[in-house]
């Protein structure tokens, strides 16, 4: 299994609203990034988690909550999103940066999401 | 603070032909070069990589190049064809730090 899944693949969800989006890998990969997509721009780093522990939060508002339950799963809770969070967000998976010499991330293809 | 640019938005070639995709980066401190590729709706796929410490390597018909002095990069596809088209990131790595930097892309589209 080479693959990362995201779901859900389109969300439209209210201002009020909770909803998480899900991803899943089984690579083997310890290290596991949320990314988001605007149009027209490239992939912006939310979060990195490094063995199950988050190692890097760039700044993001704490309107998006990271889990990462266990080793094959990251999870992103949202709550009281604004129209502005609409974007395709991403999620990655790599080898843990230190134990290798050669790595590409594997990205999930993304769950457009629209905030209303 | 834009640490690593495409400066071409856009890039048209024909079918056959050479593609060469650049990006620039300002800040030395870092280890690994990558190429990603993204078709629409879709997340980006990795193409090729290269570590600070050589100026190439090459994969079938992609090739990087790295000028670390000049703080260049560069992505060569021959031959050119038509499922190549697609938006091109580079994406950089500091040392010591899992953060990947994307530069701004280039639409890459062949021409039949």
């Known amino acids: 299994d080479t693959e990362v899944t995201q779901t859900p693949k389109h969300l439209v969800m209210g201002m009020t609203n909770k909803k998480s989006l899900k991803c899943e890998q089984h690579?083997?990969?310890?290290?596991m990034y949320w990314y988001k997509q605007k149009a027209k721009k490239p992939p912006e780093l939310m979060f990195v988690?490094?063995?199950?522990?988050?190692?890097i939060n760039e700044s993001v508002p704490s309107r998006f909550s990271p889990e990462c339950p266990n080793s094959s799963l990251l999870n992103l809770h949202l709550h009281a999103l604004q129209p502005e969070d609409s974007a395709l967000y991403l999620c990655?998976?790599?080898?843990?940066?230190?134990?290798?010499?050669?790595?590409?991330?594997?990205f999930g293809s993304g769950t457009r999401l629209t905030v209303v | 603070d834009q640490q690593v640019k495409q400066n071409s938005p856009s890039l048209s070639v024909q079918e056959g032909r050479i593609s060469i995709l650049n990006c620039d980066y300002t800040?030395?401190?870092?280890?690994?070069f990558l190429w990603y590729k993204k078709y629409p709706a879709e997340g980006p796929t990795f193409l090729i990589s290269?570590?600070?410490?050589?100026d190439k390597n090459e994969d079938g018909r992609f090739t990087v190049f790295l000028n670390k002095s000049a703080k260049h990069l560069s992505l060569h596809i021959v031959p050119s064809q038509p499922g190549d088209s697609a938006v091109y990131f580079c994406?950089?790595?500091?040392?010591?730090?899992?953060?990947?930097?994307f530069g701004t892309g280039t639409r890459l589209t062949i021409i039949p």
């Open positions: 990655a998976s790599s080898q843990v940066l230190r134990l290798t010499v050669n790595y590409g991330y594997t």
């Open positions: 690579m083997g990969h310890r290290a």
């Open positions: 988690y490094s063995y199950e522990k988050l190692s």
């Open positions: 800040n030395s401190m870092f280890d690994y």
């Open positions: 290269i570590s600070s410490i050589k």
């Open positions: 994406a950089i790595r500091p040392f010591g730090n899992e953060k990947l930097t």
